[in-house]
């Protein structure tokens, strides 16, 4: 019996690999194959785009796959979104499909969308937002450079966006919020019902999440005189308990903690002025709490 994996073939497939590769997993790629090759014989894979992903997870083609929740919906698809992958993204702003417009323009809400057009890769998200608001449009499917066709050949779009850069450059505006979106690893319902595979992808979930939680984080070790250790621990963060393991010398201590990235620049100095020695940070492939 093997799990079939749906990798999101397109801007997301590099990321996904690198991140399968920091959870232990080595998937390797062929220009000439939609096969890669995974160094776990119990996985299959397959290169799908990520606005068809939903539709092979529904239909058993695939038994899990990556994608975002916004084709899952675009698609009206029948799968469960078992777990948020938050990885390939340039902040920590949310992605958003948004109602744009241009600038200073007439168009200032949803409502004034009546009758006009709207050009857009998502149509049937789109219909489903104008629908919500009573609005009656014509909604066009932009196969790219959406942000351009306002207003000569659309009067708004629909689009996603994580920085409003794009929008921004093109003097256009942000109207409304239509989705939030992000990664998500979708499963068929028949797929959790297996044991056999619901316990592979339980684990697989636990790997990937690992990894992403590894990238805020980094190990650092030292060694301190037994006598400052109380001290140490003050200037970690609650609820951070060290590893200490004792030297040879009884003097001192060996400490190992787990901290966030962003806390690490201020602690290190700190510890220094207690006469740490043999200071070392160190990254890290996987973090479980």
């Not at 109207?175 to 684990?203: F, M, Q, Y």
Request: with cysteine; glycine share 6%; charged share 25%.
């Amino acid at each position: 019996m093997k799990l079939k994996v749906g990798i999101p073939k397109g801007s997301l497939q590099d990321a996904t690999i690198d991140l399968f590769k920091n959870a232990g997993y080595k998937i390797t790629t062929s220009s000439r194959s939609y096969f890669p090759t995974i160094d776990d014989p119990e996985i299959e894979c397959m290169l799908i785009r990520a606005q068809e992903m939903s539709r092979y997870v529904e239909s058993g083609i695939l038994d899990i796959g990556i994608t975002g929740h916004d084709w899952v919906v675009e698609n009206g698809s029948d799968v469960l979104e078992l777990t948020e992958l938050q990885y390939a993204k340039v902040t920590f702003n949310k992605v958003r499909w948004v109602l744009a417009a241009k600038q200073g323009g007439e168009i200032k809400s949803v409502k004034d969308l009546e009758g006009k057009t709207i050009a857009t890769e998502v149509v049937n998200l789109s219909k489903k937002y104008l629908a919500e608001h009573g609005v009656s449009a014509k909604v066009e499917y932009s196969y790219g450079a959406t942000e351009v066709k306002v207003p000569h050949l659309a009067d708004a779009i629909i689009e996603i966006t994580e920085t409003g850069s794009s929008l921004k450059a093109n003097n256009l505006e942000i109207i409304d919020t239509v989705l939030e979106t992000t990664t998500v690893l979708v499963a068929n319902p028949d797929t959790v019902a297996d044991e056999w595979k619901k316990s592979k992808v339980d684990s697989l979930i636990m790997l990937l999440q690992s990894a992403l939680e590894a990238r805020n984080r980094v190990g650092v070790m030292l060694n301190i005189r037994r006598d400052k250790l109380d001290e140490v621990i003050k200037i970690l963060p609650p609820a951070k308990v060290p590893t200490v393991s004792s030297l040879m010398d009884d003097e001192w201590v060996d400490i190992f903690v787990v901290l966030r990235k962003a806390v690490v620049r201020d602690i290190i100095p700190a510890l220094k002025a207690l006469g740490a020695q043999g200071i070392a940070e160190f990254p890290l492939s996987k973090f479980i709490e």
